[in-house]
């Protein structure tokens, strides 16, 4: 089991800068890939980005040269540095942390947490 607690969310103006953070805490001996998704109004939640253990990094197109991923392995901690934000960043933003169990994976959510971006 894994718990995730997300902080850093909130209201800003298009151009503008956040910084998401996600404690896992539980069994973080067996985490590897840690990651944010994010769901907008209306839509399905999506993959923003993931960073695994050794610093192996994706990213959604939409975010690419935009938000920066990162993680302290010391503190099982990722963060999500989300510059030059634009209004269709708007969204519950989610980390997740998946396991697997040979072919099975099972995903662990956080709370989420809201990012607004007026225009």
């Known amino acids: 089991q894994v718990q995730l607690v997300e902080s850093g969310g909130g209201l800003v103006q298009a151009g503008g800068s956040l910084r998401l953070s996600c404690a896992a805490s539980g069994s973080i001996f067996s985490i590897n890939v840690m990651g944010w998704y994010r769901q907008a109004p209306g839509k399905q939640r999506e993959p923003v980005a993931d960073i695994t253990k050794g610093g192996s990094t994706n990213y959604a197109d939409s975010v690419k040269g935009r938000f920066t991923i990162s993680r302290d392995n010391a503190k099982n901690t990722v963060y999500l540095q989300m510059d030059s934000l634009k209004p269709e960043d708007t969204g519950v933003y989610y980390c997740?942390?998946?396991?697997?169990?040979?072919?099975?994976?099972?995903?662990?959510w956080g709370q989420g947490t809201q990012v607004t971006v007026s225009s």
């Open positions: 997740n942390v998946p396991l697997w169990v040979g072919v099975t994976r099972d995903d662990y």
